[in-house]
């Protein structure tokens, strides 16, 4: 066995070539460790004063001024794996991380201690890997550490899916101040205002205490004026009797005058205390009118082709821009063709839909397309219809905002003002 302080028989000091090398061996192997870090279950790790002090002014206080702690440091709230993805960056200038869970932990930790580098690796990683799985997770850091670009991220990713990220497992676990963010949102297009409540209702729920019997006047007390940020009136009079009546949360009174409301009732007449959202416009981005839009007529060079009515027609294939914008409404052809558009996100799944007016279709809410990311845009035509078709037609100008796609048809689109 090697003497210790010793490499290949020779002090280490004199084999090892540079700064990192060495750096490396003293936290392999513990040589001069002058502080000891004791985590949860009595784990404990070897580290040394003075470079721990040299990455974080929170560390420099803590052991080497007048707070200085003898050679134990006990950190029994600080996760052990986390920490360990920190001292690599300390040590070893490098962090391997695998999962954007494990990212969000060690940004908390680099956050604490005030080491920015680390910070900065942690949220790029974040950015280029946060999923609809992991965006709350995300938003409540976020909010913990007032950080507006991981916020905008969540945001952003909010807008793929909704629905899905509400109906999430991790909403019960948001602090109230996260959830009360993303209540408040107007421009997170659920499919319907009873996703936003359900989600409210399974985070009142998740509230309760063990010896909490979980009827809907607890969950309510739990829920607090988060109610009030529900847009009842958005609802269908048969969505609120199946979704919100029977959850007991609203009282027979309050369900009774909502329904008034809903109904479309004076809301004057309505008791101050019912609990309700005044506004009864949706979530979705507001359809605009179309001389407010940025027009894009996309000629292409192709040959004609033929569709026959409730036929599916590829209107446009790998559709992408380079900014986030909002498709409202569509030209196809120039006659009455009849039918619906639809855009279909990466993973295959609709995020809007389109009627037909004449020629023109208007999405019920405007499609948002994400800054580089590929859509599809599909019509099925109530009607024969002959469409000028093309192949790898590239890209289109609007304003500052470029478009492209690899398979495309003669269209006008209506976009709105980039994000």
Known sequence: ????????????????????????????????????????????????????????????????????????????????????????????????????????????????????????????????????????????????????????????????????VMTSETVPHLSKESLKDLLKADDICFSSEVVPFKGLVAWGRAQLGLDEEPSGSAVRKKIGDLLKEIRFLDMSCDEFIENVFGTDVLTHTECFHILRAIKGADLSTLPEDTPLNPTREGRAPKLRKMDELSRCAVSITGSNANY??????????????????????????NNNYGGTLSVINNKGKPISSAMCDGSKFTFERPAVLLKDKKYKVMFYPRNNVLLNRGINVGRHKVGNTTLSFSQGHNCVLYLGADK
């Open 308 to 333: 026959i009515a409730s036929s599916e027609v590829l209107l446009f294939e790998g559709l992408s821009s380079d900014v986030t914008i909002e498709l409202h409404h569509m030209h196809v052809g």
């Open 1 to 164: 066995m090697a003497e210790k302080g010793t490499l290949d028989g020779q002090a280490w000091q004199m084999v090892l070539k540079n700064n990192m090398e060495c750096l490396e061996y003293l936290y392999t192997s513990g040589e001069y460790s002058d502080l000891d870090i004791v985590f949860k279950g009595g784990v404990c790790i070897k580290t040394h004063r003075l470079i721990l002090s040299m990455k974080s002014p929170v560390f420099g206080a803590m052991l080497m001024g007048p707070m200085a702690t003898g050679k134990r440091l006990d950190l029994p709230k600080d996760p052990l794996e986390g920490f360990r993805k920190l001292l690599d960056h300390v040590y070893r200038d490098q962090m391997d991380l695998e999962s954007v869970e494990e990212a969000l932990e060690v940004y908390t930790l680099a956050h604490k201690y005030m080491m920015e580098p680390a910070r900065k690796i942690c949220l790029q990683y974040i950015l280029s890997n946060l999923g609809e799985e992991t965006t709350l997770a995300a938003l409540e850091t976020s909010a913990a550490h007032g950080d507006k670009e991981l916020k905008d991220k969540c945001m952003e990713m909010m807008m793929r899916d909704p629905d899905a």
